[in-house]
Antibody, heavy 119, light 109 residues
């Protein structure tokens, strides 16, 4: 079945770096725009970034521009999020998600991976 | 950037009651790109409604969406125990960013 599985979360000090991965299965990965969405503890959902099918276009929310980089490896069916210069306010569960069924909405989500930025 | 404002912040209702959740946009949103999600503690969000009024696969018909332009509504006709959760609206316009509302928590009265 269609599945997204995130990994790579953990505890990192302010100013540090972390790389998240999202392994996709059950669908043709290279045909889909891939997104990262995050949720700080006790807070709402925040879209972070997306990358188009071949990686040619990437978009970021303002608060992560210049610090986060989204990328993908279509040969490995894997999405990445390189996070540098991490701040306390980046602490959140990070989900990868896609518009899969033609609904123009996130109908497939991963289970999320927790990132904690703390000294 | 389109800002989505959801109200009320918390809705206290009893099972069997009707729930009406509002999502107001700071500028007009294409109905094709307005969605609603349900999220329970410790879980990823689940798509309920897309295109403002179409139910996603497997969603019971007690959930319905309506609205256009800047005002959208999610209605739960008769609350079941499993419907107590947080609900988010979301828009995806012609250009980034994609935005979510702040959420409405539906709690047991």
């Amino acid at each position: 079945q269609v599945q997204l599985v995130e990994s790579g979360g953990g505890v990192v000090q302010p100013g540090g770096s972390l790389r998240l991965s999202c392994a996709a299965s059950g669908f043709t990965f290279s045909n889909y725009v891939m997104h990262w969405v995050r949720q700080a503890p006790g807070k709402g959902l925040e879209w972070v970034t997306f990358i188009r099918y071949d990686g040619s276009n990437k978009y970021y929310t303002d608060s992560v521009k210049g610090r986060f980089t989204i990328s993908r490896d279509n040969s490995k069916n894997t999405l990445y999020l390189q996070m540098n210069s991490l701040r306390a306010e980046d602490t959140a569960v990070y989900y990868c998600a896609i518009f899969h069924g033609g609904s123009l909405a996130f109908d497939i989500w991963g289970q999320g991976t927790m990132v904690t930025v703390s000294s | 950037e389109i800002v989505l404002t959801q109200s009320p912040g918390t809705l206290s209702l009893s099972p069997g009651e009707r729930g009406t959740l509002s999502c107001r946009a700071s500028q007009s949103v294409s109905s094709s790109y307005l969605a609603w999600y349900q999220q329970k503690p410790g879980q990823a969000p689940r798509l309920l409604i897309y295109g403002a009024s179409s139910r996603a696969t497997g969603i019971p018909d007690r959930f319905s969406g309506s609205g256009s332009g800047t005002d959208f509504t999610l209605t739960i006709s008769r609350l079941e125990p499993e419907d107590f959760a947080v609900y988010y609206c979301q828009q995806y316009g012609s250009s980034p960013p994609l935005t979510f509302g702040g959420g409405t928590k539906v709690e047991i009265k």
